[in-house]
């Protein structure tokens, strides 16, 4: 588990004792949350308030590799946050992962080399599917990149400054909340907006949960709310 103090922890299942622990430097002034941590193989991966992603060995905590995702910038506190807060996405062999003021990338799992990166700011969830990667940015935009090679497949505009939460992929659709409550339907094909629904008037920040024809959305408030295929979302 990731903990605010900038330590990534390994806890027993038999009796809580923690196995190992692996520490990072950790800013004057962060966001508020942390990368959960994702496991890949023997390993497990995750982000870190200096901008870092981290892969530590799953049996006893030593570090395989570092990879800077962003780098602090600017003179005041807040203009140098570079956090890592979202969780990273692992697809075989490689890494998917973004920061705050600093870039989305591609790695590779193994080394931890940055295979392509591009400028782009989220501390959201993002998600992928077999050829795109989607991004929620800080500003409200949603931005689908190929994966291959990180080039821009669409960008949508049209939500600027909603205060987006994570996002999801079901089916042709991505899905993401905003801080009003709504959740928008946009085709994964080109971005072009499909449906529109408000099962809250409470911000939704956690990215919605796809399973099978069926998702779950969860607002900052607890209030959970089931939509399925078909429905009068048109998802």
């Given at each position: 588990?990731?903990?605010?103090?900038?330590?990534?922890?390994?806890?027993?299942?038999?009796d809580?004792?923690?196995?190992?622990?692996?520490?990072?430097l950790?800013?004057?002034?962060?966001?508020?949350?942390?990368?959960?941590?994702?496991?890949?193989g023997?390993a497990?991966?995750?982000?870190?308030?200096?901008?870092?992603?981290?892969?530590?060995?799953?049996?006893?905590?030593?570090?395989?590799?570092?990879?800077?995702?962003?780098?602090?910038?600017?003179?005041?506190?807040?203009?140098?946050?570079?956090?890592?807060?979202?969780?990273?996405?692992?697809?075989?062999?490689?890494?998917?992962?973004?920061?705050?003021?600093g870039?989305?990338?591609?790695?590779?799992?193994?080394?931890?080399?940055?295979?392509?990166?591009?400028?782009l700011?989220?501390?959201?969830?993002?998600?992928?599917?077999?050829?795109?990667?989607?991004?929620?940015?800080?500003?409200?935009?949603?931005?689908?990149?190929?994966?291959?090679?990180?080039?821009?497949?669409?960008?949508?505009?049209?939500?600027?400054?909603?205060?987006?939460?994570?996002?999801?992929?079901?089916?042709?659709?991505?899905?993401?909340?905003?801080?009003e409550?709504?959740?928008?339907?946009?085709?994964?094909?080109?971005?072009?907006?499909?449906?529109?629904?408000?099962?809250?008037?409470?911000?939704?920040?956690?990215?919605?949960?796809v399973?099978?024809?069926?998702?779950f959305?969860?607002?900052?408030?607890?209030?959970?709310?089931?939509?399925?295929?078909?429905d009068?979302?048109?998802?």
């Amino acid at each position: 588990m990731r903990t605010v103090d900038g330590r990534l922890r390994a806890l027993s299942v038999a009796d809580g004792k923690e196995a190992w622990t692996v520490e990072d430097l950790v800013p004057r002034l962060t966001l508020r949350g942390t990368s959960p941590p994702v496991l890949a193989g023997d390993a497990v991966i995750g982000g870190f308030d200096s901008g870092k992603v981290m892969s530590v060995a799953l049996a006893g905590g030593e570090i395989l590799w570092q990879a800077q995702l962003s780098s602090p910038r600017g003179r005041t506190e807040l203009e140098r946050l570079s956090d890592v807060d979202a969780a990273v996405q692992v697809s075989g062999d490689d890494v998917y992962a973004v920061g705050y003021q600093g870039r989305v990338a591609m790695i590779a799992r193994e080394t931890g080399q940055i295979w392509w990166a591009r400028d782009l700011s989220s501390y959201r969830r993002l998600d992928i599917d077999v050829d795109q990667l989607y991004v929620a940015t800080s500003d409200g935009d949603v931005v689908a990149l190929r994966r291959g090679d990180g080039s821009i497949a669409w960008q949508q505009q049209g939500l600027k400054r909603r205060g987006l939460g994570g996002l999801a992929v079901q089916g042709e659709s991505v899905i993401v909340g905003d801080f009003e409550g709504y959740l928008h339907w946009l085709h994964r094909d080109d971005g072009r907006f499909v449906a529109r629904e408000r099962p809250s008037r409470t911000r939704v920040s956690l990215a919605p949960l796809v399973v099978g024809d069926r998702v779950f959305v969860i607002d900052d408030g607890g209030r959970i709310t089931a939509f399925r295929s078909g429905d009068a979302a048109g998802s």
